[in-house]
């Protein structure tokens, strides 16, 4: 894993967002069968060669060096040769952005600097841009991949070196994150952070803290 070098000034607040089933809605079944049909393995077989045995989430946490390392393995795994397009297309194809949850992310980089925070390994980071259009928009740099900061989520020290990289201490940020164990993590290190169901509205999560925020500054001010 390299450092992340940031050399812009630490914004006041901090927005994190998870990406899969806030930002976006991912149904790994489109998924797993579009992997099924190019490689010939059954759903279970496919997860056996690579899922079930921590492959993924190994990823996630930043053991492989780069996204062309992440595909060797995934070939090996496979026993076939997987185009680097066809597993991006595979995986954007069961993508769709939620654009009221998009639009929580507008808001609050009015407030601060806004940034992903999505288990994923570096292949994912390549492609997220291509995958939802709308996250660089919003995103600009800050499309990070778990595997940017060598610790995947509810790892407690992923939090803190992204709260180390931007510059922000966790009681000015918030997080947003469909996995209860994700969010129980992020307020262990001191983060607001807020459990995303089917019936959030994140718009308002974010004016709430945004509101709550001016309030404290307010005092100290």
Not at 60 to 75: K, M, N, Q, R
Not at 138 to 158: C, I, M, Q, W
Request: aromatic share 10%; charged share 30%.
């Amino acid at each position: 894993m390299g450092d992340i070098v940031n050399e812009t000034p630490a914004p006041r607040l901090l927005f994190l967002f998870d990406m899969d089933e806030v930002l976006v809605r991912y149904d790994w079944r489109v998924r797993m069968a579009a992997l099924s049909e190019y490689t010939g393995h059954e759903f279970a077989e496919l997860r056996r060669r690579w899922w079930d045995c921590g492959n993924e989430e190994r990823a996630e946490a930043g053991h492989f060096a780069d996204g062309d390392a992440y595909l060797a393995a995934f070939e090996e795994a496979m026993g076939c040769e997987v185009r680097e397009t066809d597993w991006a297309r595979f995986r954007g194809a069961a993508m769709t952005e939620l654009p009221d949850r998009i639009d929580a992310v507008r808001i609050a980089s009015a407030h601060g600097r806004v940034g992903l925070l999505t288990n994923n390994g570096p292949l994912a980071g390549r492609w997220i841009r291509h995958w939802a259009p709308s996250l660089p928009e919003v995103f600009g740099d800050h499309l990070d991949t778990t595997s940017n900061f060598g610790a995947r989520k509810p790892d407690p020290e992923v939090y803190r070196r992204a709260l180390a990289h931007h510059g922000v201490p966790a009681e000015r940020t918030f997080f947003a994150d469909d996995m209860p164990v994700n969010v129980e993590s992020a307020r262990s290190v001191g983060i607001h952070a807020v459990l995303v169901e089917e019936d959030t509205d994140l718009r308002q999560a974010v004016r709430a803290f945004v509101a709550e925020q001016e309030q404290l500054a307010s005092l100290v001010g």
